[in-house]
């Protein structure tokens, strides 16, 4: 593959092919910060991927005091999925089983949106009419009582439409300490990055996938050409110096923020330089027929 | 561009309806067409010329120089996106059914302040007269949505029959505040005299002073509220006290009970 090269790591003359997808967002906050991060984590789990996740969840930032509706600790966690009605489904779920039940918690629409989907309002029930409604500044609020106090959540949250998922990176490295060390850079600097997630453990991936499967019935199986310890048996894309490869997989709410991802990311990586961190990074596509959004990495370069 | 001037040329001698004085109803119309309105409400005709001296400005934003408790009816029908100032008194029936905007009363204002408001936000400097919020008879709903900020004190029945939307008292209350409150919330700064609540079904009455609220409000403890939080964050700009009253930890009594019983008071634990 022809390559460019910046601080003498190897970039593929390559580009990320993304798709479209439904996003959107809450602010949670609690009485303290331990309570909104552990509110946060367990809402953005089990929410690496839509193949087999009900949506891809991660969080976006964390939130002072003085950043959030109600003036407590907070944190801000963005969801993607492939329809508006997914990410209804799938934040109704999450809402009620991991922040109704969570301690302390209040939930707070993150987007304005283009259309508003009813979170809040099918939490209310479980107030069994002890619930009340308060509406502020437009906004509709429910008090749900709970055995801690009470339960406050937004009744609807802001969704955007036209969101980006799939951005991706591949880190490529000598071996897993130093591929990780440019992983970890790369993924801390996408994490200052505004309305980005990187939903995968920890922002990242080693199961990357290729379409299609030798068995019956698998749509996805492991990505041989980069697999190192396959190099001398497949057409392998990776060069003799490259001994671990790992993925950051990026959601967005929009293209430019995407793009705004990637390029830190690649800084991040390019700052560390070949020595202690990747020897070369690449991205994933197919063939770019299936997605509509492509980065170029050569657009991208620091 | 500066607001469309009313300045006062002498106090009226008789009620005025200065319901057809707000911006939307102004648009596009010349001085002199403007002067021409009838505005009296006796046998004695009394023209807006009769009583203002106008400046052209732009008619979004009203401002009248001089007010008298004769003035009924200012900001009626208001809709969002408009505003009016009044460097005075006002009379009865202030923001009457207002939709949206923002009215500022530098004075005092009458009777039924805010009666009828579905949106938009008043601001009175002075004091309120009594039914501040409230439905006239007949009707069955008092204010439905907006925000009122009065900085001095109330009248009797203050929040009567409240539907929806914000009330903040940074003074004291006359009697029956919050009765007949159907749901929104009241925040009295001051104190409030007889009863308090009276039949409120669903409303949260918030009081700055602490008293018996008698045998139908139940106590339910000293609780740390979100949405207390939430609403002293959101009001802490128009009304620094009343957030202030909103941060403390409050106790909650729930009721009246004599009625539906979703309705709270919450004062300072």
Redesign the interface.
Known sequence: MPQLTRKGVRIDDSFAEAFPMAGSGLVITAPNRKWALTAAQVMTGYATSVIGCDCEAGVDCELSPKETPDGRPGVRVLAFGFSPKAVEKALVNRVGQCLLTCPGTAVFSALEGDLKIKVGDAMRQFGDRWQISKALDGKRYWRVPVMDGEFLVESQVGLVKKCVGGGNLLVMGEDWESTMRATEAAVEAIGEVADAITPFPGGIVRSGSKVGSKYKGMSASTNDAYCPTLRGVTNSALDPDIGCVLEIVIDGVSDAVVADAMRAGIKAIVALGPKDGAKRIGAGNYGGKLGPFHYHLKDLLP | MKPLLFALRHAPTQRLDLSALTPDRLAGRALKEIEAIEIGTTKVVVKVGDVFKLRSGDPRALHFEGGSENFDFVGAKLLPGFSIRVEGDVGFGLARNAKGGEITVAGDAGAHAASGMSGGTVYIEGDAGDFLCGPLAGEIAGMS?GRVVVRGNVGARAGDRLR???VIIEGDAGADFGARAI?G?IILNGKAEGRIGYLNK?A?LVLAHARDFGPTYVDCGA?????A??????LAQDSRRAARTL?QKLQRFAGDTAVYG?GEILTPA
């Open positions: 949505g929806r939307g914000v749901a919330t669903r949260s609780h740390n509220f979100a949405f939080k939430l609403y002293a964050r959101a941060s979703k």
